[in-house]
């Protein structure tokens, strides 16, 4: 039972890198999905320590919505700061990250799992000593010569893909929203796999 009152309190990290130069582009899409869901409840961000920060409330939950400030290679610190300073469990962290594994636009929730090669992940999995934490993963694809990874990862969406991008963004929204309020299992089973 849950004390009258208690209100729970869910930190969601979205992992781009600062810098007008980032902006909008594939690695950033954590950055888009955390302001897409900022946006869709009236909140806005402001800077704080080591974050852009956003605080919304959403079916009596608190959403913390964070844009770490420190780089994505340096993500873990931003991440295990406002996890400590607001006291929230691991288990209501969710790191928005993009992901070259999954075709562009899929969207996968996991409980857990490796960096991937992703130096966000590595960062937040080095500082909180753990895997164990939520992340929904936003398909890039891989459509990129051998050697030109860093380019293409830090390069802006085609024209195909941004035509598509906001109906995805927005998906990966409602799933940031239902993580917080039906929590994981029953938010992999209702989007995983659509």
């Known amino acids: 039972m849950f004390n009258k009152g ?8 979205g992992l781009g890198n600062i810098g007008l130069e980032y ?26 320590k080591k ?4 605080e919304a409330r959403h079916k009596g939950r608190s959403l913390f919505l964070i ?3 420190t780089f994505m290679n340096l993500s873990g610190e931003a991440v ?4 400590t300073s607001l006291k929230i469990p691991r288990e209501n962290l969710l790191i928005v990250s993009d992901d070259l594994a999954l075709p562009f636009g899929s969207l996968r929730l996991k409980p857990s799992g ?3 090669g992703h130096n966000g992940l590595t960062s937040i999995i080095e500082c909180l000593q753990t895997d164990q934490f939520a992340r929904l993963r936003f398909g890039i694809g891989s ?3 051998k050697g030109r990874q860093s380019d293409y990862v830090l390069g802006k ?30 938010t992999m089973n209702l989007f995983n796999n659509k």
């Open 51 to 54: 974050v852009w920060l956003a």
């Open 80 to 83: 295990r700061y406002w996890l």
């Open 67 to 69: 844009k770490p400030t």
């Open 114 to 116: 490796g960096a991937a």
């Open 23 to 48: 902006v909008h582009t594939r690695h950033n899409i954590g950055f888009d999905v955390v302001e897409a869901v900022a946006h869709s409840l009236g909140a806005t961000f402001k800077n704080d």
């Open 143 to 145: 459509d990129f010569a």
């Open 6 to 13: 208690v209100v729970l309190k869910y930190l969601i990290a």
């Open 157 to 186: 969406w085609t024209a195909e893909e941004g035509a598509h991008l906001p109906e995805n963004i927005n998906k990966a929204a409602d799933i940031v929203k239902s993580f917080a309020t039906l929590g994981i299992q029953p």
